[in-house]
């Protein structure tokens, strides 16, 4: 009779296990089936803790609660956006069609260079045949179109998810860590709170390092008369978000504009972006890192490169605060909780001693 009910309980705990594992197998196809919205979510909690971050000050003043904090931050964010496209939009959008009108030159001027080298006529159609034409960009317009919209719905959603999550941060907290077992909540909570933390003073690190670069490359392009240089500042502070990848992408077009005024300026303007990158790896980085979050730089560079890979551009986009919360909590569950390794969380509160 025991050995029938130790029988049946082995049976009844097989079942569970395997459907638990069914389960498991299950949500991780269907969060790959939905790797979009995953990744638009994920988006929305970065940009709602960054909001969180810059409303917490304000939430502490007395009568002044987290809500009405954080409608101050969005209400003063919208107010400077309209403010600053007030006094610069004219500027920029007459910058950006100039730089709309003048790459395409600059790009004929790369060719004709680059047809003065040996094999330069089949290193040419070669890139032409990957650099869509004009004719192709038009029949390609409506897709074109599609893409852009998207782009601005996704934006939507981004921006209106983070400030429901913002409001309510403790609703969703508190709904995330019951996913968990009771054992676990506490150091799921630890390990969540770490992870926002990093992440606030990673973009508030990046924050200075893109309006540094940006005033660094505007004023440079401006000294060496580079035509469209508030618009390619612009381009160069931005693209600074993206490590690596971004400041090459964002010297791009300073280069093509720069190949109509002369070769020689070209490569005046080259040393320029060297020695604007230069400054702020080797000076300001340094300065900005004893109160920021710094990544390895390799965990860095393959992390973008597999965000891109799996998620296009948006993946590429938010590699870095990615990398930012797994970095954190690989070292704050696995290393310290399960190596039991004593080892620095970034974003972690040090204990008073």
Do not use: C
């Not at 909001?51 to 502490?60: F, H, N």
């Not at 330069?120 to 390609?140: C, E, F, K, N, T």
């Not at 035509?227 to 990848?245: K, Q, T, V």
Request: charged fraction near 10%; glycine fraction near 8%; avoid cysteine.
């Amino acid at each position: 009779m025991k050995q029938n009910v130790h029988r049946d309980l082995s049976h009844k705990m097989f079942i569970e296990r395997l459907l638990i594992v069914i389960a498991a197998a299950l949500a991780l196809f269907l969060l790959w089936r939905l790797s979009d919205l995953v990744v638009l979510v994920f988006g929305a909690v970065i940009v709602a803790v960054l909001l969180s971050a810059t409303a917490a000050p304000l939430s502490r003043i007395p009568g002044l609660g987290n809500r009405s904090a954080l409608a101050i931050v969005v209400i003063s964010l919208l107010l400077i956006i309209a403010v600053l496209f007030g006094m610069f939009g004219a500027q920029i959008r007459s910058q950006f069609s100039d730089l709309a009108r003048n790459v395409p030159e600059g790009w004929k001027g790369l060719e004709g260079i680059i047809k003065s080298f040996p094999f330069g006529d089949r290193l040419v159609s070669a890139l032409r045949a990957d650099v869509p034409s004009g004719a192709r960009i038009v029949s390609q317009l409506g897709t074109i179109l599609m893409t852009v919209g998207n782009a601005i719905v996704d934006l939507i959603l981004v921006t209106i998810g983070a400030v429901f999550f913002a409001a309510q941060p403790h609703l969703y907290r508190n709904g995330f860590f019951k996913l968990f077992p009771v054992s676990w909540r506490g150091l799921v909570a630890e390990a969540v709170d770490d992870s926002g933390r990093a992440l606030g003073l990673w973009f508030r690190g990046q924050l200075i390092s893109m309006v540094i670069v940006g005033v660094l490359t505007w004023l440079g392009l401006t000294l060496l008369g580079v035509p469209s240089a508030f618009a390619l500042g612009w381009i160069a502070a931005f693209a600074e978000f993206i490590p690596y990848a971004g400041p090459i992408l964002a010297a791009i077009p300073g280069l093509l504009l720069a190949l109509l005024l002369g070769p020689q300026k070209a490569m005046w303007v080259l040393l320029m972006y060297v020695a604007v990158q230069q400054l702020e790896s080797n000076i300001l980085q340094p300065l900005i890192q004893q109160k920021i979050v710094t990544l390895p730089p390799a965990l860095t560079l393959f992390g973008m490169a597999a965000g891109g890979l799996l998620f296009g551009f948006l993946g590429l986009l938010l590699a870095a605060p990615a990398i930012v919360v797994a970095y954190v909590i690989l070292k704050r569950v696995y290393v310290v909780e399960l190596l039991h390794t004593p080892t620095t969380v970034p974003g972690e509160v040090p204990t008073a001693t």
